[in-house]
């Protein structure tokens, strides 16, 4: 077992109204986050951003089920030798027989799915163009991955969340969405697609008890941003325009995707929580 500390939660699977009043004199503020008796997919859980989540989850106490497209044995093996649950299938996510597959086998081999995080997306790979000149197969590409597989990975968990009438879905935008970017137009629809997918999800599953927020992060400094061509100049324009002047890591996002998959967001549902270092203030 991960170093899980007991908090007055259990399952993110918990409703609002399941959820315990604390009593005079209890401590809920500060309370370790628990998550142990849930488990959670990550998609492109493999490596970057969605390993980082996958591991703070599993640092909280869930078993993870990680999906990706690459090989995602490393991952696993952070896990369990920290003393953690945790599976890898392969999926592409665009393809939704194969979302509810894993989802199936995952929920065999860990348990009912309580949490689902979609971070899997096409990024790193794309090159930087005019909207006009961007190749047809590749946009259709980018909005197969990140529009078209959060929507198929949301409908593959449904039916457990549904029956167990609660569970957290948390969809990974980019700040992108709401500031636009030069060459990145397929990126940047996408993205804001996943908002508004999100803010409809919220709606459809609310009378499930079933929460489905956005994290919304600014560009994040890690193996395959840093790597990018042209990564210098977006982080040094990027930084300048946030209150803190600083790249994004990995572990700054971790916290507010943990936070959201447990009990303390219990009664928040269909937000965008902008994680950007002040990079838009609206």
């Known amino acids: 077992m991960l ?8 399952s993110a699977c918990r409703s609002p109204s399941q959820s315990p009043q604390p009593q005079a004199g209890e401590e809920t503020i500060g309370s370790a986050i628990d998550l142990r008796n849930s488990t959670a997919i990550v998609t492109g859980a493999a490596r970057g951003l969605g390993e980082a989540i996958a591991l703070a989850l599993a640092q909280a106490g869930a078993a993870i089920g990680v999906l990706d497209v690459s090989d995602g ?4 093996s952070k ?5 953690g649950r945790a599976k890898f299938l392969r999926c592409d996510i665009a393809d939704f027989r194969q979302c509810r597959s894993c989802v199936m ?7 009912p799915v309580a949490i689902l995080v979609n971070n899997a997306a096409l990024y790193a790979e794309l090159e930087r163009q005019d909207f006009d000149a961007i190749d047809e197969e590749i946009w259709d590409a980018v909005m197969k991955v990140n529009i078209t597989g959060v929507w198929n990975m949301c409908r593959a968990v449904g039916p457990t969340m549904r029956a167990r009438r609660g569970g957290s879905i948390i969809n990974i935008s980019s ?9 990145m137009a397929h990126y940047v629809t996408s993205k804001a697609a996943v908002v508004g997918l999100t803010r409809a999800l919220a709606r459809e599953l609310g009378d499930s008890l079933v929460r489905v927020n956005t994290v919304s992060p600014t560009l994040i400094a890690n193996e395959s941003s840093v790597n990018r061509k042209g990564f210098e100049g977006t982080s040094r324009r990027a930084t300048s ?5 600083r790249n994004a890591t990995v572990d700054d996002i971790t916290g507010t995707v ?21 990079f838009d203030l609206l």
Do not use: M, N, P, W
């Open 258 to 278: 943990v936070y959201l998959a447990s009990d303390l967001s219990a009664f928040v549902t269909g937000q965008t929580l902008a994680v950007d270092g002040g």
């Open 105 to 111: 086998e995952f929920e065999k081999a860990l348990g």
């Open 73 to 76: 044995a490393a991952a696993v």
């Open 241 to 245: 325009q946030q209150c803190f002047q």
């Open 175 to 183: 700040s992108t969405a709401r500031t636009g970017a030069l060459g």
């Open 3 to 10: 170093g899980v500390g007991l908090s007055h939660g259990g």
């Open 79 to 83: 896990i369990e030798d920290a003393g």
